[in-house]
T-cell receptor, first 112, second 115 residues
Framework: EDQVTQSPEALRLQEGESSSLNCSYTVSGLRGLFWYRQDPGKGPEFLFTLYSAGEEKEKERLKATLTKKESFLHITAPKPEDSATYLCAVPKVTSGTYKYIFGTGTRLKVLA | DGGITQSPKYLFRKEGQNVTLSCEQNLNHDAMYWYRQDPGQGLRLIYYSQIVNDFQKGDIAEGYSVSREKKESFPLTVTSAQKNPTAFYLC??????????????FGPGTRLLVL
């Protein structure tokens, strides 16, 4: 069964304490992996797209990496404003159309 | 500014009532999607449309209906047949499908509550 699993479910970090979030997937024939940030009561905000194993992308304190089975979102020296839920998603092709399978997210809390 | 708008931000539904959630985009995207988000669950696909006048059921379409009469608009109706409608509803859009998955962009969401 096609699945996207994120871990941990929740993470509390001190300001400046670096860590990584994990997104593992079992979808065959990967056609991209997407990372989003979601603040409470708001829609997800697009962060990164990764298409092939070994690919890396960076934005401020965030760096996303991709292997054949999982992706990591590394957060370096986080600040309280990085607190949010981080979602990953993988497209699945069904009858020539794309559906996107989402993980349940990692709730990140960065303490000052 | 290009983007996706959803209205209203909050919506209250009475027993037996149909309600319609609005979604408009000015990104010139062909594909549009409706998701439902419940606490502790991933986003679940309700309906999607790849082109005007065409739409497909997603994983949880029962109790919902949509239309796609214009490229910019993809309204979702929550019917009285949907027995547990309380959730956060998200609309998204993307360019036409490519060999790789296209990035989806999301609207701000509508929270639906039952009175």
């Amino acid at each position: 069964e096609d699945q996207v699993t994120q871990s941990p479910e929740a993470l509390r970090l001190q300001e400046g304490e670096s860590s990584s979030l994990n997104c593992s997937y079992t979808v065959s024939g990967l056609r991209g992996l997407f990372w989003y940030r979601q603040d409470p009561g708001k829609g997800p905000e697009f962060l990164f797209t990764l298409y092939s194993a070994g690919e890396e992308k960076e934005k401020e304190r965030l760096k996303a990496t991709l292997t054949k089975k999982e992706s990591f979102l590394h957060i370096t020296a986080p600040k309280p404003e990085d607190s949010a839920t981080y979602l990953c998603a993988v497209p699945k092709v069904t009858s020539g159309t794309y559906k996107y399978i989402f993980g349940t997210g990692t709730r990140l809390k960065v303490l000052a | 500014d290009g983007g996706i708008t959803q209205s209203p931000k909050y919506l209250f539904r009475k027993e037996g009532q149909n309600v319609t959630l609005s979604c408009e985009q000015n990104l010139n995207h062909d594909a549009m999607y409706w998701y439902r988000q419940d606490p502790g669950q991933g986003l679940r696909l309700i309906y999607y449309s790849q082109i005007v006048n065409d739409f497909q059921k997603g994983d949880i379409a029962e109790g919902y209906s949509v239309s796609r009469e214009k490229k910019e608009s993809f309204p979702l109706t929550v019917t009285s047949a949907q027995k547990n409608p309380t959730a956060f509803y998200l609309c998204a859009s993307s360019m036409a499908p490519a060999p790789n998955g296209e990035t989806q962009y999301f609207g701000p969401g509508t929270r639906l509550l039952v009175l």
